[in-house]
């Protein structure tokens, strides 16, 4: 780790959005993890997408667990709400949050272990709920943090660092969330910013549950020769099945993709998601095929990237509950408290 | 763009925006990081070598280098480097030992003419290798223009003294208060090479109506701050005005003020923005109370009885045509009439050398300034030698010292019978300053401090004495606080391709956005292309070779911090920050490296 103080100086013609705000405003402390590490480039990435989407910090919440990954919060936004829970129990508090507060983005960052292992049985029911978050685990394989055991989100074919195998088969996260309900399944790189940054800026303006999968390598335990999940297996193995552009709602968009192979997408708020296939035979709205797709690509040791699925029908947990419009925060004291005559009634519905 | 060679020495060089400005190109930020380490006998000895006056320098340079200076394209203003020399040179211990001595006389005589600055850094660069160097100089004591035209209460006395003296004693011979009246007979006395270092020491006049009536009142203003200096003129009218905007007018106004005037005004035929003048020289003649007047164009000197009485001016305004090119307009106003008893006239200086016959194989050119070889410095008559304001008009003295510098090399080449064009490369090295997994051997935390503003004595004392010196200086502790806002420019960002795994940590971490990984362009594109668009063209791009990903590594040179955190961030070392040392070649060999030791205060 860096022992002084990232400097304050910024580039004198560093560009503001339209919060009077530069990119360097977004950012946290300076990192601890190890100089190289891929978690330190989705921070970065996710610095680059709340500048470009221009968010007011202060109506960010940042929730997550233990690990690695989970430290990196501390690293950007450093003027929105945190949590930082015990160990894979991000999601129950995000989901708590959520329904106490739901005008807050809710970002969550979380890691392999975080989330494959301790956290699973808290992972999968914030998926199916389809809490309102974008959830981004930083997924390197390996548990860093406790010096390079496997995690259970390695590979069979990847052999840690001293060259032995691991006798467990993966879990796929982002087949699981498909499964489970989730509405936007991505996987990214996080050497690959032009892929990661629009796709998490996409996910912060879907409505529902956004996973996206960043393979984050680690630099110091599972970035040898025989790892899948180092810069360079990653890199060779990279298989584009889509780009994804954001347009917010007031901006035209700019095609720069051959006619006939792009989608345009409407959320919620209005904004444009722009969807361009790279791969013809993949669909990522069609769970039916997407998911055995998908299969064949990991049983070739490829890694698909990109948007991998698509429910165009937005539907979060407030939705399916029927809770109030407005936050409980600002729901007044007299509508919480609609005094006796009311309980009475209650009361006697009872009886 | 193809990759960048860094293995030419100017690339690193160009880095190093104030060496890189400076005509000696003294290595600054080395200096200024021995000065923060209170080591200033070293920090003395590093200018000393490159630029001869460093106490001298270090209150009078023109500084070339503040401007460049990387820190004011960062924050606002640039390190206080001329103030930091003069702590070195103010605070440094004993130095006679260290200088070089005068070895064997090695059999050739070198004539000097004209003891100022170049020459004086012809004798310094010549006399350790043996060479009997004579000094001729119409003046009893050495030191030109630095002694006649720079008043002692920005130049002490003792300081000029001191620094002239080191080189007097280090063996030249001296043939003072003797004027040159003809080369040829010069040349007659048979020395083996003849360096002409006479300044430009004739101040232009003005023929306008009334010039040669009212002559007892008007003087020039270099002949003004001479017989100044010499103790020749030693009152002045109560009422003066200046002409000019140089930095001769801004001395002349101070002295005048110094000599009893009342009310000094300084005129300028231009506007402000275009007045020759250094901004802190501008700045002490304004914080002294004079009024500068710009747009002032002098008309006419007017008499009642055969006696200066006012001085008439026509007001003006510039234009400025498509090429950039200025014109004075007369505005129409009516004329301003500024009464006063003395004018002091700083309109500019030429050279004059009505005692070089013209027959003796030195050309002179159509403006009757001598033709010099803008690499060796030799007129057309080998063995004749030209630097400083002699050779192609007023400069200053820093310019004075690289000329006197190169013009030794020359002498030393000729009379060894090499080739002059024949240039010795500078001395370069590139050293890993890496001395821990994130320590460096160099201060590269940058500090927010803002510049410090030197202390000034005080003006109802320092207004009544003509020689005593305004500015105090920084004490340790200012110059400590200042020493740390440079940002070490000369600690290179290099950069190893085939190190590189593309992990991105650089361009997330650089506080800066001066690192960009991208496909390869043009140059004008390319420079569109990253992170934030390098629009100053004067700084560099560093281009590495394609990576694996066919992308290359750009980095943008201009507002580098050198805070290194692109090293530390680097997993595989493929930034390293190492330190680039430029060492000008010299005739004379480098002085001994000092012990390296703590300085104990």
């Known amino acids: 780790m860096t022992h002084i103080v990232k400097p304050q100086f910024r580039h004198p013609r560093l560009a503001t959005n339209s919060q009077g705000l530069t990119r360097r405003d977004y950012e946290g402390v300076i990192s601890t993890l190890c100089a190289g590490c891929g978690h330190d480039s989705v921070t970065a990435a996710i610095v680059e997408a709340c500048f470009e989407l221009e968010l007011p910090a202060h109506r960010v919440a940042k929730m997550s667990g233990i690990g690695c990954s989970s430290k990196t919060t501390n690293y950007f936004l450093n003027h929105s709400h945190g949590f930082n829970t015990v160990h894979g129990r991000m999601p129950s508090v995000a989901t708590g949050a959520n329904l106490a507060n739901r005008d807050l983005t809710y970002l969550g960052v979380s890691g392999d272990g975080d989330t494959a292992s301790i956290g699973m049985g808290q992972f999968v029911h914030a998926v199916r709920r389809r809490v309102n978050m974008l959830y981004i685990c930083e997924n390197n394989g390996t548990y860093g943090l406790t010096k390079g055991q496997f995690s259970a989100t390695n590979d069979r074919a990847s052999k840690n660092r001293k060259g032995l195998d691991t006798p467990f088969d993966s879990i796929d996260l982002c087949n699981m969330a498909i499964e489970l309900g989730a509405g936007f399944v991505a996987r990214s790189f996080s050497g690959d910013k032009a892929q990661l940054v629009p796709l998490i800026k996409a996910g912060i303006r879907y409505k529902g549950f956004a996973l996206i999968d960043v393979i984050s390598p680690c630099v110091t335990f599972n970035n040898h020769a025989t790892s899948t999940k180092s810069y360079e297996y990653v890199r060779d193995h990279n298989h584009m099945i889509g780009r994804v552009d954001l347009v917010p709602a007031a901006e035209e968009i700019e095609a720069d993709y051959a006619p006939g192979t792009a989608t345009d997408v409407t959320l919620h708020d209005g904004s444009q998601m722009r969807f361009a296939k790279l791969d013809e035979t993949y669909d990522p709205t069609d769970r039916e095929t997407a998911l055995p797709a998908l299969e064949r690509y990991r049983n070739r040791g490829e890694v698909a990237t990109g948007l991998l699925y698509l429910d165009a029908r937005e539907a979060d947990l407030h939705d399916l509950i029927g809770t109030p419009e407005q936050p409980l925060n600002e729901i007044s004291e007299a509508e919480l408290c609609p005094g006796s005559g009311p309980l009475a009634s209650i009361n006697a519905a009872h009886r | 763009m193809r990759p960048t060679d860094t293995s030419d020495p100017a690339y690193f060089h160009k880095v190093v925006d104030c060496q890189w400005a400076c005509p000696a190109h003294t290595p600054v930020p080395e200096y200024i990081r021995l000065i923060a380490q209170g080591r200033y006998t070293d920090a003395y000895l590093i200018n000393w070598e490159s630029n001869v006056f460093p106490g001298i320098l270090g209150r009078t340079c023109d500084r070339p280098c503040e401007p460049a200076c990387r820190r004011g394209r960062v924050e606002e203003k640039p390190v206080a480097i001329c103030r930091l020399k003069r702590v070195a040179a103010d605070n440094r211990g004993v130095i006679d030992h260290l200088i070089p001595q005068a070895p064997a006389r090695n059999g050739k005589r070198v004539a000097l003419i004209g003891a100022g600055p170049a020459s004086l850094t012809v004798a310094r660069d010549l006399l350790p290798l043996g060479y009997d160097c004579v000094l001729i100089e119409r003046d009893r004591k050495a030191g030109g223009l630095m002694r006649k035209n720079i008043p002692s209460f920005r130049l002490p006395v003792a300081v000029l003294d ?383 070779e394609a990576l694996p990903t066919a992308r290359v590594m750009v980095k943008d040179e201009d507002v580098c911090l050198h805070c290194g955190l692109c090293a530390e961030r680097c997993p595989t070392g493929a930034w390293d920050m190492q330190k680039f040392l430029y060492n000008e070649a010299h005739s004379s060999p480098a002085i001994q490296a000092p012990e390296r030791k703590q300085h104990v205060a």
């Open chain 2, 162 to 544: 001191e620094e002239t003296g080191r080189i007097l004693d280090m063996g030249a011979t001296a043939r003072f208060g003797e004027e040159v009246t003809s080369m040829k007979a010069l040349l007659d006395e048979g020395f083996d090479a003849v360096f002409v270092g006479t300044g430009a020491p004739r101040g232009k006049d003005l023929s306008i109506p009334g010039r040669a009536e009212a002559s007892e009142n008007i003087h020039i203003g270099t002949d003004f701050l001479s017989s100044v200096s010499f103790r020749h003129i030693e009152t002045i009218g109560k009422r003066v005005v200046v002409i000019g905007g140089g930095n001769t007018a801004m001395d002349c106004c101070r002295t005048a003020l110094r000599l009893g005037a009342d009310s000094v005004t300084v005129t300028v035929r231009s506007p402000r923005a275009d007045m020759k003048a250094s901004p802190w020289e501008i700045e002490d003649a304004e914080r002294e109370g004079i009024p500068i007047l710009d747009n002032h164009s002098p008309k006419e000197f007017r008499l009642e009885n055969g006696k200066l009485t006012a001085v008439v001016f026509e007001k003006m305004r510039a234009e400025y045509d498509d090429s950039g090119k200025r014109r004075l307009i007369p505005t129409g106003e009516s004329d301003v009439v500024i009464p006063c008893d003395d004018v002091l006239m700083a309109v500019g200086q030429d050279m004059a050398f009505p005692w070089i016959e013209r027959d003796i194989g030195i050309a002179f050119d159509a403006r009757e300034q001598p033709v010099v070889g803008k690499v060796d410095f030799q007129s057309t008559r080998p063995g004749v030698f030209f630097g400083g304001d002699a050779a192609w008009g007023p400069e200053n003295i820093i310019w004075a010292v690289a000329h006197g510098h190169q013009a030794a090399i020359s002498i030393d080449r000729f009379c060894q019978g090499q080739d002059v064009m024949d240039r010795p490369a500078p001395a370069t090295t590139l050293i890993s300053q890496k001395m821990g997994i994130h320590e460096w051997s160099y201060d590269n935390d940058p500090t927010q401090v803002r510049r410090l503003n030197v202390p000034h004595a005080d003006p109802a004392l320092a207004l009544r004495d003509l020689s005593m010196e305004v500015e105090l200086g920084f004490d340790a502790a200012q110059a400590l606080l200042e020493a740390r806002r440079c940002l070490n420019c000369d600690i290179q960002t290099v950069f190893s391709t085939n190190l590189c795994i593309e992990c991105d940590g650089c361009v997330d971490i650089c506080p800066v956005d001066c690192i960009t990984f991208t496909q390869n362009a043009d140059e004008p594109d390319l420079r569109e292309m990253l992170r934030v668009p390098a629009h100053n063209t004067e700084q560099d791009l560093y281009v590495s």
